[in-house]
């Protein structure tokens, strides 16, 4: 008898109030590392009605002013009522860059932890290399349920929420309004994605439209066309706008906060999550630099044929350069012994802060490009989220017939 299950998994699109938080804080980030690669930053953000609040700690050389950051955020999102305009709907939100409260309670960071941080000597400090920004757990993982090496259930999530996000933008349907979310459930047999049983779709919309026109719509336009025809049957449901109205959204609606989508960041669920959030801190910190390498060595050990799942962990304690423990496992799905993948893994990639660094290229200003749709799972742009390479497959090979 087949082995079967379902799996859900959610994304969210820009506009959702969290993410407006992780788009500001990552927005952030870039503008002080395209002045000063050498920036600490840890910029948290909360949003609420009309209300934009920044904290956390920077130390950096960078200039900019924050608050028109931020407005350029929220225009290029359509939290704007300019954006309405020309159109037969209105923009009712009370979040809108054109009018909204701004408080910057920005500090710098800890020279404590900035000693533990800095490739320099220190008293009592363990080691004069760069050491980890924190202690914590971090995880990587990659499958080959879909061509990018995702989960299913959260790829095809994404994909309808960065399309939604397009029809938006795009202007193809101006009632659209940027507070949306997406899930998809599918079912599993023998291990492989057999077909996709629901589809949730819940978009923010402008108030003259209705509701049967907002899923006939989004029927065709969005779900139609982005979700493989063969993964879908007589069978799949589909709940589009299921409360009947969805007017008030966005910060209005709800408030947001940097760090609470961290599922939507990685793998929807199916693969663990360490517990830190990654928006708006620099490379510096593990939590966000070594997620990002386990994902980087995971891909790699999938695309190089060694496993169908795999699944890194790693640990680091604050100040200290090695990591305290590193474990590959591949869900009994592996071609290649664990072992010698572990030590091909060992031979191939260095898991120390300062060479993760310098491994991904990470000190650029290219972290809100990662912010929205997953942090991993993009092939987009590959120069820029240089963890979704397969660049290491032929080492990882080498290594492993050694």
């Known amino acids: 008898m087949a082995n079967s299950f379902i799996f859900s998994s959610e994304s969210v699109t820009e506009g959702h109030p969290d993410k407006v ?44 002013d924050y608050c028109e950051l931020v407005k350029e955020v929220l225009v290029d999102m359509n939290y704007d009522s300019c954006y309405a305009q020309g159109t037969d709907y209105s923009y009712t939100c009370k979040f809108d860059a054109q009018n909204f409260f701004f408080l910057n309670l920005l500090g710098q960071q800890s ?62 349907h101006t009632w659209l309004r940027p507070d949306s979310k997406t899930q ?18 819940s978009t923010m919309h402008a108030q003259e439209i209705t509701t049967p026109d907002i899923r006939e719509a989004l029927a065709k336009d969005l779900i139609g066309k982005v979700l493989p025809a063969n993964l879908l049957t007589e069978d799949t449901k589909y709940h589009i706008n299921p409360t009947g109205l969805f007017v008030v959204g966005g910060p209005e609606g709800d408030c947001g906060l940097t760090g609470r989508k961290i599922i939507v ?35 790699n050990i999938v695309a190089a044929g060694f496993a169908d799942r ?16 590193l474990t590959v496992e591949t869900f009994e799905t592996n071609a290649v012994d664990e072992a010698t993948i572990e030590r091909a893994v060992g031979e191939v990639f260095s898991f120390k802060p300062a060479d993760i660094i310098s491994q991904l290229n990470l000190l650029r200003p290219v972290y809100r490009r990662s912010t929205n749709y997953g942090h991993f799972g993009r092939e987009d742009d590959l120069d820029s989220l240089t963890w979704e390479k397969t660049n290491k497959v032929e080492d990882l090979k080498s290594a492993a017939n050694a």
């Open 265 to 299: 960041d990685t793998y929807g669920g199916m693969g663990r999550h360490g517990g830190g959030a990654f928006s708006g801190k620099d490379p510096s910190k593990v939590d966000r630099s070594a997620a990002y390498m386990c994902r980087w060595v995971a891909k």
């Open 21 to 64: 938080c992780d788009t500001i804080s990552d927005t952030v980030l870039d503008a002080c590392l395209k002045e000063d690669p050498a920036s600490r930053v840890a910029c948290e953000t909360m949003v609420k009605d009309n209300a934009v609040i920044l904290g956390g700690e920077i130390t950096t050389k960078a200039k900019f």
């Open 184 to 201: 998809v459930s599918v079912e599993y047999v023998d291990g492989k994605p057999h077909r996709i049983t629901a589809v949730v779709v």
């Open 111 to 172: 020279p404590d932890i900035k000693q533990g941080v800095d490739e320099a000597a220190a008293d009592d400090k363990e080691t004069s290399e760069q050491g980890a920004g924190d202690q914590g757990i971090m995880f990587g993982y990659a499958c080959n349920d879909t061509p990018e090496l995702m989960p299913a259930a959260i790829a095809y999530s994404h994909r309808l929420g960065e399309e939604m996000t397009r029809l938006r933008k795009d202007r193809v």
């Open 310 to 325: 795999c699944e890194l962990q790693t640990a680091y304690a604050i100040g200290h350069p090695d990591p305290v423990s």
